[in-house]
């Protein structure tokens, strides 16, 4: 099993740019999420999916988006880059909802926005 | 190198000491405690949870203690071994809400 696959593990990008942050699971977990996580902070929450075809807001949405076409795959979408979006990523999936004490995250994915 | 975690405060033990990580919490409608473990580089990891109905809870090597009068919470690693070295975060649910909230964190750092 690989559990909670994100990719890259780390991206520069330009302000204005755009890309796509991947997130896979292979444990047909029907929760998935995205965390940021900043410099001296805990983990925030982007948003979320209870299942394929579901997705709602987090604590902190704007400038993001997000589509569950599958039970595996939760991609996050960076619409158009801005340096406060340098962060560290997460990714996290489990069970069912709202497991988040069985929740399996990713190893994240550095973005440094220049 | 990591970017988190810069200015986080930092508790500092003796190997084999007993280590305790406090952690205060803002919703007093918080039904739901976790805490997480996060090494350099990886994701956090789950350690242990609490409802809001219990005050203490045990598990190997920690124990959570919960003072919903104070909203405090706190996490005791025994025996602290070089391995426990990380970030210890606590996060916060309400009523099974779709959010947990989380703290700040605090870095563990054994000495051996």
């Known amino acids: 099993n690989a559990g909670v696959t994100q990719t890259p593990k780390f991206q520069v990008l330009k302000t204005g740019q755009s890309m796509t942050l991947q997130c896979a699971q292979d444990m047909n977990h029907e929760y998935m999420s995205w965390y940021r996580q900043d410099p001296g902070m805990g983990l925030r929450l982007i948003h979320y999916?209870?299942?394929?075809?579901?997705?709602d807001q987090g604590e902190v949405p704007n400038g993001y988006n997000v589509s569950r076409s599958t039970t595996e795959d939760f991609p996050l979408r960076l619409l158009s880059a801005a340096p406060s979006q340098t962060s560290v990523y997460f990714c996290?999936?489990?069970?069912?909802?709202?497991?988040?004490?069985?929740?399996?995250f990713g190893q994240g994915t550095r973005l440094t926005v220049v | 190198g990591e970017s988190v975690g810069l200015h986080l405060p930092t508790l500092s033990v003796q190997e084999g000491d007993n280590s305790i990580i406090n952690c205060a919490y803002s919703n007093s409608a918080s039904d739901y405690f976790i805490w997480y473990k996060q090494e350099s580089g990886k994701g956090p990891q789950f350690i242990i949870d609490i409802r809001s109905n219990m005050d203490k809870r045990q598990g190997q090597r920690v124990t959570v203690l919960l003072n919903k009068t104070v909203k405090h919470l706190s996490l005791q690693i025994a025996a602290t071994q070089p391995g426990d070295s990380a970030v210890y975060f606590c996060a916060e649910n309400r009523n099974a809400g779709n959010m947990l909230t989380f703290g700040g964190g605090t870095r563990l750092m054994v000495k051996p």
């Open positions: 996290a999936s489990s069970y069912s909802f709202p497991s988040w004490g069985v929740a399996f």
């Open positions: 999916s209870v299942g394929a075809g579901i997705t």
